[in-house]
């Protein structure tokens, strides 16, 4: 079993930055993942990052902008995003995958989710 707790969610100006937090309990998994979803749009891949290889993966729309990274010591993942615009505004959720052979940008590959941070972006 694994529990997923987020946090750093809120409301912030275009072109400001943020910092989201995934803090995880329980048995390690393979990936750990960032989807966001807004209302009447599906859930989307953002970032994710492999456990082990430490391998790192970018929705296009974030790249160059997001940086996935993991700190082992307090299992968590973060998720820094720069440069902030009003379309990244969303729910933002954390999500772990056990198998390592299915894809990283599925949400239905990925077993354990967090509740969500909101984040909000003004322009």
């Known amino acids: 079993q694994v529990q997923l707790v987020e946090s750093g969610g809120g409301l912030v100006q275009a072109g400001g930055s943020l910092r989201l937090s995934c803090a995880a309990s329980g048995r390690n998994s393979d990936t750990i993942g960032w989807f966001r979803q807004a209302p009447g749009k599906e859930r989307e891949f953002v970032a994710a990052?492999?456990?082990?290889?430490?391998?790192?993966y970018y929705a296009d729309s974030v790249k160059g902008r997001f940086t996935i990274s993991r700190d082992n010591a307090k299992n968590t993942v973060y998720l820094q995003m720069n440069s902030l615009k009003p379309e990244d505004t969303a729910v933002y959720y954390c999500?772990?995958?056990?198998?390592?052979?299915?894809?990283?940008?599925?949400?239905?590959?990925?077993?354990?989710w967090g509740q969500g941070t909101q984040v909000t972006v003004s322009s």
């Open positions: 999500a772990a995958k056990r198998y390592y052979t299915s894809t990283y940008s599925v949400p239905e590959n990925y077993q354990y």
């Open positions: 990052i492999n456990w082990r290889r430490s391998s790192t």
